[in-house]
T-cell receptor, first 115, second 111 residues
């Protein structure tokens, strides 16, 4: 079944630890995104990638890094987690503008708690 | 001023009624508009996309876009308790592929 998977589903992490959230899509979408969702703040873009080998910063990139080694995978890394990074993280993917409707589809999310 | 604004709600309607959800945006150059539904504890699910002024209908859902007034709305006809969720408006503001999301409107459909 085509879609987006994320791992882990949830994680409790000690402050200062390194953590990588995984995201894989099998829809052959060029573009992928990482969002965080916090109560009252909605979805905010952390990083994005419009094709393998390229990445860009979103609205709230500090403290996060991403890589895009291939089309399917787009991991998000927290090098040294802080409590303010406690959030629900969603990965999404889409075609690029001009390649269809450019609708974004979301993975199931990772709930991260940093203590 | 937020770039995409929605009333947080909750918007409460009786079962069978029409629910009207509204969204305004700040950038006149915005090109694409999306409505997502998000159940509590779940991920956003795309309901509708609209790109041109006017109405677009899909089943019980109708999206309405008015670029001159910079608003987009979602009408849900014959509302069902299963429609109770948070509805997110998202706008693509330029030729990029990045979306700006509103904070969402919580809809409650009373049986």
């Amino acid at each position: 079944i085509a879609g987006i998977t994320q791992a882990p589903t949830s994680q409790i992490l000690a402050a200062g630890r390194r953590m990588t959230l995984r995201c894989t899509q099998d829809m052959r979408h060029n573009a992928m995104y990482w969002y965080r969702q916090d109560l009252g703040l909605g979805l905010r873009l952390i990083h994005y990638s419009n094709t393998a080998g390229t990445t860009g910063k979103g609205e709230v990139p500090d403290g996060y890094s991403v890589s895009r080694a291939n089309t399917d995978d787009f991991p998000l890394t927290l090098a040294s987690a802080v409590p303010s990074q406690t959030s629900v993280y969603f990965c999404a993917s889409s075609t690029l503008p001009g390649q269809g409707d450019n609708e974004q589809f979301f993975g199931p999310g990772t709930r991260l708690t940093v203590l | 001023q937020k770039e995409v604004e929605q009333n947080s709600g909750p918007l409460s309607v009786p079962e069978g009624a029409i629910a009207s959800l509204n969204c305004t945006y700040s950038d006149r150059g915005s090109q694409s508009f999306f409505w997502y539904r998000q159940y509590s504890g779940k991920s956003p699910e795309l309901i509708m996309s609209i790109y041109s002024n006017g109405d677009k209908e899909d089943g019980r859902f109708t999206a309405q876009l008015n670029k001159a007034s910079q608003y987009v709305s979602l009408l849900i006809r014959d509302s069902q308790p299963s429609d109770s969720a948070t509805y997110l408006c998202a706008v693509r503001m330029d030729s990029s592929y990045k979306l700006i999301f509103g904070s969402g409107t919580r809809l409650l459909v009373r049986p």
